[in-house]
């Protein structure tokens, strides 16, 4: 028993941890991009790509304007 809600809770925390993770991909991707528009170069728009597969991965997907 001990054994079954160890493994549960490191298997939550693991999930967790994904999560996080591909939610940080994101936010990095947009940041990027941004940095790039705010320095006026050809910012590259398949970055906003990644943000979007990682925000749908993640079950958020992006609205489309």
Do not use: K, N
């Amino acid at each position: 028993s001990t054994h079954f809600i160890e493994s549960s809770i490191e298997s939550s925390i693991s999930e967790d941890q994904g999560i996080l993770e591909t939610l940080a991909d994101a936010l990095i991707s947009l940041e990027y991009y941004l940095g790039q528009l705010e320095l006026r170069r050809g910012a590259d728009e398949s970055v906003l790509d990644v943000a979007d597969e990682s925000l749908r991965e993640i079950g958020y997907p992006a609205a489309v304007a």
